[in-house]
């Protein structure tokens, strides 16, 4: 059974663009996570989808954004890039909304 | 708000020894998760174990157990017959009413051979 996939694997901005970041859950995932894990720090939660709809969000500026489709594969887009939004981008799945959450292997981002 | 503490930034261990990781947590939830994940240099993060707290057994899984101690809020990860395999960041987590996790700062782990 196939894990979590991201794509890119790394992404190369400059400030004031966008980014978008994809995701694939395990297949029969239906919720989806997104966390955002700047250098040497630990993991800072930022979105959270189920069923396509956006259940909680982080802390987190509007320029942070995304969205589930109806195959529950996701989207991050992150808009008028800055040089801090510099870090490793985490996917998560799960089956539910309490069921442990399986990570894809990131999406690195570095923002000249 | 909820945090969990991870108090030792790195720990270092021989090969084939046992190793304690610590953890920590303040939740106002009655019904929570805890987990250990680990992410090797490969980045890729894996669930080591996890630990229902309205259960009093403490969670195993093979070389991995846990020691919870629900009244102190402590939930300890070790780690037996430890292998260079196990070489990673080790990351302490525990679930909110909306089963966002919340997470420790991480624990670097170094296997001696």
């Known amino acids: 059974e196939a894990g979590v996939t991201q794509s890119p694997t790394h992404l190369i901005k400059t400030r004031g663009q966008q980014a978008t970041l994809r995701c694939s859950p395990i297949?029969?995932?239906?919720?989806v996570y997104w966390y955002q894990q700047a250098l040497g720090l630990g993991l800072q939660f930022l979105l959270w989808?189920?069923?396509?709809?956006?259940?909680n969000r982080g802390n987190f500026p509007p320029r942070f954004s995304g969205r589930q489709f109806p195959n529950y594969s996701s989207e991050l887009n992150v808009n008028a890039l800055e040089l801090e939004d510099s870090a490793l981008y985490l996917c998560?799945?799960?089956?539910?909304?309490?069921?442990?959450?399986?990570f894809g292997p990131g999406t690195r981002l570095l923002v000249l | 708000a909820q945090t969990v503490t991870q108090s030792q930034p790195e720990m270092s261990v021989q090969e084939a020894e046992t190793v304690t990781l610590s953890c920590t947590y303040d939740?106002?939830?009655?019904?929570?998760?805890l987990f250990w994940y680990k992410q090797p240099p490969s980045r890729q993060m894996i669930l080591v174990i996890r630990?229902?707290?309205?259960k009093q057994q403490n969670a195993t899984e093979n070389r991995f157990s846990v020691n919870f101690q629900k009244a102190a809020k402590s939930f300890s990860l070790k780690i037996s017959d430890s292998q260079l395999g196990d070489a990673a960041m080790y990351f302490c987590?525990?679930?909110?009413?909306?089963?966002?996790?919340?997470w420790g700062a991480g624990t670097k782990l170094i296997i001696k051979p």
């Open positions: 630990q229902e707290a309205y």
């Open positions: 989808y189920d069923e396509g709809e956006e259940r």
């Open positions: 939740t106002s939830e009655s019904d929570y998760y």
């Open positions: 297949s029969g995932h239906t919720s």
């Open positions: 987590a525990t679930s909110d009413s909306n089963y966002q996790l919340i």
């Open positions: 998560a799945s799960s089956l539910g909304w309490q069921e442990t959450q399986y």
